[in-house]
């Protein structure tokens, strides 16, 4: 197991502190997903409807081609998880104003109160992590999670904040 240690480590490209950073997203990422997943399974539903849920509760409006993009997944493997979202009453699929074969994505009320649920417990482990590490740590790791992200998707989604996607 990833021992976390305290102090900053000059040599922290080393093999082993990358393999603790490795084995600590890991780590993370199960604990993260953990609660939503046991929520997810009620409805049945996984993973893949979590996120097309989060981003489309993030960007209400936003078209089917914007979620691929964000998504990278292939249009029928969304195809699949966007039908199974609408037909439980999820999400709400609408024509564009402009060019009526757009379709465009939001959340039902009752995809917003899922959205919600499964959300709050992700907001609640990052809030105490973040009061834990503080200020300069939350900035650090940040810039760490950016820096992860392609550069593609870095300066298109991150340098956008608040303007959508």
Same mark, same amino acid.
């Given at each position: ?14 093999? @082993? +502190?990358?393999?603790?950073? #490795? +084995?600590?997203?890991? %780590? /993370? %990422? ?6 939503? !997943?046991? #929520? ?5 539903? =996984? ?12 960007? *209400?409006? #936003? ?10 997944? &292939? ?19 609408? *024509? =564009? ?10 959340? &039902? *009320? $009752? =995809?917003? @109160? ?22 300069? /740590?939350?900035?650090?790791?940040? $810039?760490?999670?950016?820096?992860? #992200? !392609? !550069?593609? &998707? ?12």
């Amino acid at each position: 197991m990833a021992d976390v240690k305290s102090g900053v480590n000059p040599l922290f490209l080393r093999e @082993e +502190e990358l393999r603790q950073g #490795i +084995e600590l997203l890991f %780590y /993370a %990422y199960r604990d993260f997903t953990a609660e939503p !997943d046991a #929520i997810l399974a009620k409805h049945m539903l =996984g993973r893949a409807h979590h996120r097309v849920i989060y981003f489309v509760g993030r960007y *209400p409006m #936003i078209s089917v081609s914007e979620l691929l993009d964000i998504l990278r997944i &292939t249009k029928q493997s969304l195809s699949r998880v966007l039908s199974e979202l609408v037909r439980q009453g999820f999400v709400a699929q609408q *024509p =564009g104003q402009r060019d009526r074969r757009q379709r465009l994505l939001q959340l &039902t *009320p $009752k =995809g917003a @109160e899922l959205e919600r649920t499964l959300s709050e417990s992700q907001r609640q482990r990052l809030a105490r992590a973040y009061r834990a590490a503080g200020a300069e /740590a939350v900035e650090g790791y940040r $810039k760490v999670l950016a820096g992860v #992200i !392609d !550069d593609e &998707t870095r300066a298109k989604r991150l340098h956008n904040r608040g303007s959508g996607t």
